[in-house]
C-alpha cells in the first residue's frame, strides 16, 4: 500500500522526460522548429566544415591529368628498368 502513493516516481507531478520530448518533438512551435534546425545544422556541418578545411577541391579533369601523370611516370620506370 505505501509504494501505491509513489507511482510518480522522481517526476515531481511535471511529467517525465519522454513525455516533454514528446512535446517539443511534435508541438509544431516556431522556436522549437528553429532549434531543431540549428541543431541538425550543427551535428551536420562541423563535420562537413572538418572534412573540408585546407583542402582544394579537384576536378574530374584534375584528378585525370593527375593520373595520366603517374601512369606515364610508372610506365616510363617500367620500361627503363627492363633494358
Do not use: C
Request: glycine share 14%; no cysteine; net charge positive.
Amino acid at each position: 500500500m505505501g509504494t501505491e502513493a509513489k507511482s510518480t516516481g522522481g517526476n515531481l507531478g511535471g511529467g517525465g522526460f519522454r513525455s516533454k520530448m514528446d512535446r517539443v518533438l511534435y508541438s509544431g512551435e516556431k522556436k522549437h522548429v528553429i532549434a531543431g534546425i540549428a541543431i541538425i545544422t550543427f551535428v551536420f556541418g562541423v563535420p562537413w566544415y572538418l572534412m573540408n578545411r585546407g583542402s582544394k577541391h579537384q576536378s574530374h579533369q584534375d584528378y585525370l591529368e593527375k593520373a595520366d601523370k603517374a601512369r606515364s611516370a610508372r610506365l616510363s620506370s617500367a620500361s627503363s628498368s627492363a633494358k
